[in-house]
């Protein structure tokens, strides 16, 4: 080792003095590429600048309020040549950089669906960021896709999925970057099962079905996928059925695209819409599918977590017809983005469609075939160690705490959508099924768009106050405000303080006033 690598601090002066001399470039005082002393201490230093992110996040306004373009105006316009020192980048990160963040680890975030941090997420993702494998095969780390196989087990055995899931069976899971790369792998997989056997020229006659309240995930998938944009079928959610879809409806359309000689082969059920947290009818669609050989997809990104809770379970019923499932560790669990959770019935159909397997890859494992590639169970090649976070999340909290995570999100939910009732110029507009609550401000019914702009406008209110970020959507035509519980630090005084805005924001709003 040189000497002047012993010039690092460390001296347990490390928390607070600079690291660095700033004077760059002479190897004094500049951050090596690899030295672990000073990685300890700029790791440490690191550390407390997110423990104290952490204690401090309420003082930030929730929603970033800062104009497009406004980090061009505060960096230079170059990188620099010479190194910079950490304490100057800390300042950089504190001025510059976190007045353009969302803080979406805010107690006070109900917007979009949540993505839950954790500290048993968060040294996951240090450790596999240490390691950095790129883990495309078995042996470029070998405990890579073995800790990935057993944990992927342990939780479909967690959401009591049908044996044939397991990776003992013929099914197994896999961990994709989001629900999104889920359903395009599924869908290429159900593709070519199709194809092999109604021949490659058939691509234009292939239809997928879904809602209209599936996530446009699904449409992207199907443009990559090649699938005819005509041949997309996203059926009416049944407004009666709290936007869940009708299975009638969906069995109509295929029965009408069978006789004009189209080959419906897709369907994708949803538990837990995005705009209404609805949940199809499974064990209906279950049915159609069978009786029309074609792959049904479930994607419970958001409400998957809460079905590891006995009294939300049932919402599965019906996944036993289901070829593939997929669930969001990273929204609602505890583990930090990314990492979702997919599942197939059977994996031929995804290797078949999605391995290669070029010279420079071979090895004695994956020729014998006893060993997951998993680089043949998704798009890219290289992949990250996502794991680890998960087990560390499974291993230090324990299923008992997470279910009583999600239990408790919901009961905060519950109790804000109590709140919402008891204030007449208010109206839950679908009910509640998790931890979603849809309201609205209601419009006098004089109102000419339907209490579009009433509802717009608080919103806007609401999230450019900077102490709440709430999201809306759409459903019958009605501008409709989603108030999504389920941020880690979120308690019952934060959604007592949330209402209290909404409330104090409407009277003002219903008067007139600016
Ligand atoms: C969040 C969500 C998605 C999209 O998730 P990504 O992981 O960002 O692709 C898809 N479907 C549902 C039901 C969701 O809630």
Redesign the pocket.
């Known amino acids: 080792m040189a000497d002047e690598e012993e010039e690092v601090e460390r001296d347990g002066s490390g928390s607070s003095g600079g690291t660095n001399s700033g004077s760059g470039g002479d190897g004094a005082g500049w951050l090596r590429p690899m030295d672990a002393e000073q990685l300890r201490e700029c790791g440490h230093r690191m550390v407390d600048f997110v423990a104290d992110y952490y204690k401090s996040i309420e003082t930030f306004p929730v929603l970033s309020q800062v104009q497009p373009g406004y980090l061009k105006e505060l960096l230079p316009d170059t990188a620099p040549s010479k190194p910079d020192t950490l304490e100057a980048l800390f300042d950089d990160i504190r001025e510059k950089i976190v007045p353009g963040v969302t803080h979406w680890q805010s107690p006070n975030y109900f917007a979009y669906?949540p993505s839950n941090s954790s500290t048993a997420g968060f040294l996951g993702e240090m450790l596999s960021a240490a390691f950095n494998i790129v883990g495309f095969s078995w042996i470029t780390s070998p405990a890579a896709t073995e800790l990935e196989v057993i944990v992927l087990d342990w939780f479909a055995k967690m959401l009591r999925l049908p044996s044939q899931f397991l990776s003992t069976a013929l099914g197994g899971g896999v961990i994709q970057g989001?629900?999104?790369e889920s359903v395009l792998v599924v869908l290429l997989a159900a593709r070519d099962r199709t194809l092999r056997k109604h021949g490659k020229t058939s691509l234009e006659k292939l239809v997928v079905y879904a809602s209209d309240q599936t996530?446009s995930?699904l449409q992207k998938a199907c443009q990559i996928a090649g699938i005819f944009p005509e041949n997309v079928r996203l059926v009416k959610a049944d407004f009666d059925k709290n936007y869940a879809v009708a299975p009638l409806a969906i069995s109509d359309a295929i029965a009408t695209d069978l006789s004009s000689g189209l080959i419906p082969f897709f369907i994708c059920a949803?538990v837990?819409?995005?705009s209404s947290s609805a949940v199809d009818p499974l064990p209906e669609l279950g049915q159609i599918a069978k009786a029309n050989n074609m792959w049904l997809h479930i994607?419970a990104?958001?409400a998957g977590s809460a079905c590891i809770c006995p009294e939300y379970r049932h919402y599965l019923n019906g996944v036993e017809e289901a070829d593939s499932f997929n669930m969001?560790a990273h929204?609602w669990f505890l583990t930090n983005f990314d990492c979702?959770l997919l599942w197939v019935k059977d994996r031929s159909y995804l290797i078949q469609s999605l391995s290669t397997n070029p010279e420079f890859l071979k090895n004695k494992a994956s020729q014998e075939n006893s060993v997951f590639d998993f680089k043949d169970w998704q798009i890219p090649l290289g992949r990250r160690f996502r794991s680890l976070k998960l087990w560390m999340v499974l291993r230090l909290y324990g299923v008992d705490n997470l279910q009583s995570h999600i239990r408790k999100h919901i009961e905060l939910a519950k109790h804000f959508e109590q709140l919402v009732i008891s204030d007449s110029r208010f109206e839950v507009v679908t009910p509640r099924t998790f931890s979603l609550v849809c309201f609205r401000l209601v419009p006098l019914a004089s109102d000419q768009d339907n209490g579009r702009k009433l509802n717009y406008d608080l919103m806007d209110a609401a999230n450019s106050s900077g102490k709440i970020f709430i999201s809306h959507t759409i459903l019958s035509g009605k501008f409709v405000l989603r108030f999504a519980v389920g941020a880690p630090l979120t308690e019952e005084q934060h959604i007592n303080a949330a209402w209290k805005i909404l409330q104090d924001l409407a009277t003002k709003q219903l008067l007139g006033s600016p």
Do not use: I, L
Request: charged share 10%.
């Open positions: 669906y989001t629900a999104s996530h995930a949803t837990g819409t995005t994607d990104a958001y969001n929204k979702s």
